[in-house]
């Protein structure tokens, strides 16, 4: 298996459709042949074929404290058994290791958000590329500014 099975530490009924967390029952860090890794938590197949959804995360490779696995369900409610391996771990090398972070820090057993708020990153419409296009049916023709790259397979011009 190219991951590692994560199972629940504590029974858990979802009564809604929101997400929740569950803790796990491996804390971290996560050591293979006493070197530190991050990791990708995802869901075990037969989790979704239950109607249970976990929610992928990121593991940190400094994270100490109990993995949490976040879950969420549209079909409440739904009871989740102590010791059900429900999601896995994909060990991941730290790729930026040799990049010093701004402010370094001890991230210790904080999770979820720990690291620093949201960041979104936006750009205004009008900054984006543009085509100048001409567009014609027999005779008749007309000349529109349009985005370039849009992303979509196809652009409808009424």
Do not use: E, W
């Not at 991050?38 to 994270?63: E, H, Q, T, W």
């Amino acid at each position: 298996s190219l991951g590692v099975d994560l199972a629940t530490a504590v029974s858990i009924t979802l009564i809604d459709n929101r997400p929740q967390t569950v803790p796990s029952t491996l804390k971290g860090p996560l050591q293979i042949n006493g070197q530190c890794f991050g990791g990708l938590l995802i869901r075990r197949s037969s989790s979704s074929i239950k109607g249970l959804f976990v929610l992928p995360g990121v593991i940190n490779a400094d994270y100490n404290g109990t993995i949490q696995i976040m879950i969420q369900t549209d079909f409440p409610p739904v009871m989740v058994p102590q010791g059900s391996r429900i999601a896995q771990i994909i060990p991941l090398s730290n790729l930026l290791h040799t990049v010093s972070p701004a402010l370094p820090q001890d991230r210790g057993d904080g999770g979820f958000g720990s690291t620093g708020g949201l960041a979104l990153v936006t750009l205004q419409l009008g900054q984006r590329p543009t085509l100048s296009v001409c567009m014609s049916n027999g005779s008749d023709g007309t000349r529109l500014t349009m985005l370039a790259d849009t992303g979509a397979d196809i652009t409808i011009v009424d």
